[in-house]
């Protein structure tokens, strides 16, 4: 079965960086296409990053240009290099992917942007 496990949340001081990372199994993970989505209390859960399985980009304009998706197929794992992060990207990061007409999630890991 597919399973998402996200890792890397935690507290960090505005300006500050954190790693959050995505181990996948269950599924062919080099040839799906592999996205960061988040949720903030209160608000609706939104794309934050998506990548191709040939490492093609796409990211919410709130977060281009500081946070980096990538993956290593070698390791079926999804990276999201979240940098000068602000108290509003405070939120749980879900991984998701989209298999066989499904979409499947992590459980989700909890990054707190706070002084």
């Known amino acids: 079965q597919v399973q998402l496990v996200e890792s890397g949340g935690g507290l960090v001081q505005p300006g500050g960086s954190l790693r959050l990372s995505c181990a996948a199994s269950?599924?062919?993970?080099?040839?799906?296409?592999m996205s960061w989505y988040r949720q903030a209390p209160g608000k609706q859960r939104e794309l934050v990053a998506t990548i191709t399985s040939v490492g093609l980009t796409n990211y919410a304009s709130s977060v281009k240009d500081r946070f980096t998706i990538s993956r290593d197929n070698a390791k079926n794992t999804v990276y999201l290099e979240m940098n000068s992060l602000k108290p509003e990207d405070t939120a749980v990061y879900y991984c998701s992917a989209f298999v066989r007409a499904l979409r499947y999630w992590g459980q989700g890991t909890q990054v707190t942007v706070s002084s």
């Open positions: 269950g599924f062919t993970f080099s040839v799906y296409y």
